[in-house]
């Protein structure tokens, strides 16, 4: 359970950058983070007569020096007359972190170290402590919303961002060729995911960030050498194995998703035109992947990266 937390934060991670650097459940050849320079991530493409859409698995965060912009990935993108990604931020961090507040807060919560054992109360202490973020604020948060402000530390020190992140190159790429840019989802919709989950669930959430912060490191390399090598395998086996530790998670969080975004895309194929979209690699991957949604539907899916 503990590696799932870690997986997931990227994958919500762009939503609140500003607020906390938070993650949900994505991936991401290369050899390490200190060698990997060039990725060929894995893109898909579904088309009938008049309608093409490509299926970009994305990774929200990235180190500053890992190229990606391959030949395939570039041409696809110029064909391209939009962009839709899982959530298009506010550009004013004020806004998410109002956006935060509200769904977040709570009344009367316990203290948050009184949501842990008593032999993790010196952990959140410290985590709080390293985020910059006083125990007082955080008690007033419910426990998803203080365990993605504590994330922001650990992401923080392993030196990625979402400045160099998928969706931040792509929204400017197609924002400068003066294209639309969209989403799926809204970031309150993102965030009403994490507050729909039992408190039970919340708190194993909140452990699994903090048993997660030493090892951050050495799991977003993994993370990034099977999304720049395109390996879907190896994304599929680490997900698929993962979430069934956490079925409340995986629900919220990849399968109800990836089956509103299968019928988006459908319904989407009826209008003419072509489309990038682009999500967390974890949802192009493994037996509930969107493809295989999409091919439950009678729709075909190239690889074509």
């Known amino acids: 359970m503990r590696a799932v937390r870690l997986r997931l934060r990227p994958y919500i991670g762009a939503m609140i950058r500003r607020f906390a650097l938070i993650a949900a459940a994505l991936l991401s050849a290369c050899q390490s983070t200190a060698d990997a320079r060039v990725a060929r991530p894995a893109l898909w493409r579904m088309a009938d007569k008049d309608t093409t859409i490509y299926l970009f698995g994305s990774i929200h965060l990235l180190p500053k020096d890992l190229s990606w912009h391959t030949p395939a990935l570039n041409a696809a993108?110029?064909?391209?007359?939009?962009?839709?990604?899982?959530?298009?931020?506010?550009?004013?961090?004020?806004a998410m972190v109002a956006l935060m507040s509200r769904i977040g807060k709570s009344p009367n919560l316990p203290p948050l170290v009184d949501r842990v054992p008593a032999n993790r109360r010196k952990d959140v202490e410290a985590q709080a402590k390293k985020a910059g973020v006083p125990l007082a604020i955080l008690d007033q948060y419910?426990?998803?919303?203080?365990?993605?402000?504590?994330?922001?530390?650990?992401?923080?020190?392993?030196?990625?961002?979402?400045?160099?992140?998928?969706?931040?190159?792509?929204?400017?790429?197609?924002?400068d060729a003066g294209k639309s840019v969209s989403g799926l989802e809204t970031p309150a919709e993102q965030l009403g995911y994490f507050d729909t989950l039992p408190e039970t669930t919340q708190r194993e959430f909140l452990l699994g960030i903090l048993d997660d912060q030493a090892n951050a490191s050495k799991e977003f390399a993994k993370m990034i050498r099977a999304w720049g090598s395109g390996d879907t395998a190896m994304i599929a086996a680490t997900f698929d194995d993962e979430l069934k530790t956490s079925g409340p998670l995986a629900d919220a969080l990849i399968n109800q998703r990836n089956a509103?975004?299968?019928?988006?895309?459908?319904?989407?194929?009826?209008?003419?035109?072509?489309?990038?979209?682009?999500?967390?690699?974890?949802?192009?991957?493994?037996?509930?992947?969107?493809q295989t949604l999409l091919a439950k539907r009678g729709f075909r899916v190239w690889r074509v990266q």
């Open 260 to 290: 509103r975004w299968a019928t988006w895309l459908a319904n989407r194929m009826k209008q003419p035109g072509t489309v990038f979209v682009a999500v967390g690699a974890g949802h192009l991957a493994g037996a509930h992947s969107v």
């Open 142 to 175: 419910e426990t998803w919303a203080a365990a993605l402000t504590l994330a922001s530390a650990g992401l923080r020190d392993i030196g990625l961002s979402t400045d160099y992140g998928v969706e931040d190159t792509l929204k400017k790429s197609f924002s």
């Open 77 to 94: 993108i110029a064909k391209s007359q939009g962009l839709v990604l899982e959530t298009v931020l506010d550009k004013d961090p004020a």
